[in-house]
């Protein structure tokens, strides 16, 4: 599965840019649980999609990662770049999944609040 982002805008020229090319999807209770720590660090354009999730934490982690709160439409709805081991992200109400990639990752495909995800197979 990719993540895609879509700026969505009055603008004609709407740029669509691809933010991960290899997402691996969390839904199990045990799935959201582990999270990343069942992987080895993440490369390139890997991602983890965590469905049903206003929360994360890094316990256990090793290294920084990027964190992207998405609501029920597909917006985003907060970020924390470079999300340091053994921290916990605030509870954010909104959100109905997190998208977690390689620190440095949401930086460098621009994304902001507000900008649409989408997942494509």
């Known amino acids: 599965m990719k993540a895609i982002k879509s700026i969505q805008g009055l ?3 709407n740029k669509i840019t691809v933010i ?3 997402v691996i999807t969390a839904s199990s209770f045990f799935q959201r649980f582990l999270g990343l720590l069942a992987f080895r ?14 929360s994360i934490h890094t316990i256990g982690m090793r290294y920084n990662i990027d964190v992207i709160f998405i609501d029920s439409g ?24 997190v998208l977690e990639l390689k620190a440095g990752s949401a930086g460098m495909a621009s994304i902001r609040i507000g900008d649409i995800i989408s997942f494509v197979e």
């Open 11 to 13: 603008d004609p020229g």
């Open 20 to 22: 991960a090319s290899n």
């Open 41 to 54: 660090p993440l490369e390139g354009s890997e991602g983890l999609l965590i469905k049903d999730c206003k």
């Open 74 to 97: 597909g917006r985003v709805a907060a970020i924390f770049e470079d999300m340091a081991p053994f921290r916990f992200s605030p509870y954010i109400r909104e959100a109905c999944s």
